[in-house]
């Protein structure tokens, strides 16, 4: 084995890959648990969001359709969700719990017939000179869209909750929905938006996932990608740019234990596999300690009811 033979230009882009689909649905559920909204369901939201988007680029040859259906595909399964746990206000936990089966049961369904077919090439997008610089052009200029609008969208969520009205009301309502709604403002109808943004994230996620990352439909291929997802905002301390950056620290992971594989290192290859997400309960339980120093600031209506009329 030579740790040499493994390029690191090439390892860093690819890393910036397998984060994406995982950091989007990561960035979603931010979101959704600033309000105050637990969803469970993300797992759920990103395999439907990628069989959706899958059917529609086979049927109709275009990526740009079958990111939009991805879009549209975990929207529509976060809106049971918000419908159940916000007109209904049924629990939130085994609401999300019930929607990750449902979507991963649904998705089976539909995508038994499209196994095994690839779907239309989606292009990168070089940056014209910057794509030129040697070594970061590899790594961070010659990507596709999706992974620009990716990290837009983590600045865009920073400053909507550091420096717009709106994003001051979202927090609001997270931290104390009784008062949020005694200053007239509708938290049902603030937190439904919110899940539904939510899940759109999480079907891009899943979208990219089967549409780019792994160009194909495999059952259940998101494998515990809406978990990592879940506990990465959590050690992200509710933080878009501390989320960036554990989406990917996650890639990086997942992609170098692919490769200590492909160079046959001489540990078990099943213990390879499982270093990701050892790599996230270690983090959680370093977070969970330091939880009396104050390190964690979940919203304080986090996975709460709102009674309210």
């Not at 595909?73 to 609401?95: C, H």
């Not at 549409?211 to 509710?238: D, Y």
């Amino acid at each position: 084995m030579d740790l040499g033979d493994i390029q690191i230009s090439l390892l860093l882009a690819s890393l910036i890959v397998a984060a994406t689909p995982i950091l989007l649905a990561a960035l979603g559920e931010l979101i959704v648990e600033k309000t105050g909204v637990l969803n469970l369901g993300v797992e759920g939201m990103m395999i439907f969001g990628a069989i959706a988007g899958f059917i529609a680029t086979i049927e109709t040859g275009s990526p740009w359709v079958g990111f939009l259906f991805s879009i549209l595909g975990g929207a529509s399964i976060a809106f049971i969700f918000a419908l159940v746990t916000q007109i209904f206000r049924a629990n939130q936990v085994a609401s999300g719990l019930a929607l990750t089966l449902f979507g991963l049961g649904l998705s089976s369904l539909l995508g038994h017939s499209y196994t095994g077919i690839k779907p239309a090439a989606f292009s990168d997008l070089h940056i014209p000179i910057l794509s030129e610089i040697p070594i970061l052009g590899v790594i961070l200029f010659q990507h596709d869209p999706i992974i620009y609008f990716s990290i837009l969208a983590v600045a865009a969520v920073y400053f909507l909750f550091r420096n717009f009205r709106l994003g001051l009301i979202l927090k609001a309502v997270g931290e104390n929905h009784d008062s949020a709604h005694a200053l007239g403002y509708n938290v049902i109808l603030i937190r439904f938006g919110a899940i539904l943004v939510g899940g759109a994230f999480a079907g891009l996620g899943g979208g990219y996932l089967s549409l780019v990352r792994v160009p194909q439909w495999t059952e259940g291929m998101t494998a515990g990608a809406g978990w990592i997802a879940l506990a990465l905002v959590v050690f992200a301390s509710w933080q878009p740019f501390r989320l960036l950056i554990g989406a990917y620290i996650f890639g990086g992971v997942t992609l170098l234990q692919l490769n200590l594989q492909a160079l046959g290192l001489e540990i078990n290859v099943a213990l390879l596999s499982m270093s990701p997400y050892l790599v996230t309960i270690g983090v959680l339980v370093f977070m969970s300690a330091r939880r009396s120093r104050g390190s964690l600031e979940a919203p304080r209506s986090l996975g709460k009811t709102f009674f309210g009329l």
